[in-house]
């Protein structure tokens, strides 16, 4: 696995807080949605994604991470799966926005492209809260026919 890729995320993490501080946390929030579907989006095109179900969001989400130096893992539940955070991506920006918000501007687009419309996600532990890890659990909202 690569290291940490510390200057990606410090320059994401400066570009934030500059927007923060120029334009608002709402418009900001908007932007980096914006930045994170374009550059992931890119990515998974260039992975040729064609199917949406949790082992190509898992394969495609792990490798993508792993090449940028985060540690994740996923974790099989019943109805669906857990994708933990070892590393934090932004340490820089806890206390400067809400955690719930910043993670969704790359969990919502990651769910949308790679698991499709039946399936939600709610987060149980933060690295921000003093977790071991952030954990992100991911189920459907609909049973396959």
């Known amino acids: 696995m690569k290291p940490y890729n510390k200057a990606f995320f410090g320059a994401l993490e400066g570009a934030f807080q500059i927007l ?22 890119a990515a998974y ?4 994604v064609k199917e949406k179900c949790a082992e ?3 394969r495609v989400v792990g490798e993508r ?3 940028v130096g985060l540690r994740v893992s996923f974790h099989d539940l019943p109805n669906g799966f857990a994708y933990r955070f070892h590393t934090d991506p932004f ?5 400067k926005v809400k955690h719930e918000a910043l993670d969704a501007t ?10 499709g419309k039946d399936w939600r996600y709610r ?13 992100h659990v991911f189920e459907r909202t609909k049973r396959r026919k």
Do not use: C, Q
């Open 106 to 115: 790359y969990l919502n687009f990651k769910m949308r492209s790679l698991l």
């Open 123 to 135: 987060t149980t532990k933060h690295l921000w809260k003093g977790h071991a890890y952030t954990e």
């Open 65 to 67: 991470d792993k090449a």
């Open 91 to 95: 340490p820089n920006l806890r206390g």
């Open 45 to 48: 095109r260039a992975m040729k």
């Open 20 to 41: 923060k501080r120029r334009y608002g946390t709402k418009a900001t929030l908007k932007i980096m949605e914006e930045l994170m579907e374009r550059n992931l989006g």
């Open 56 to 58: 190509v969001f898992k």
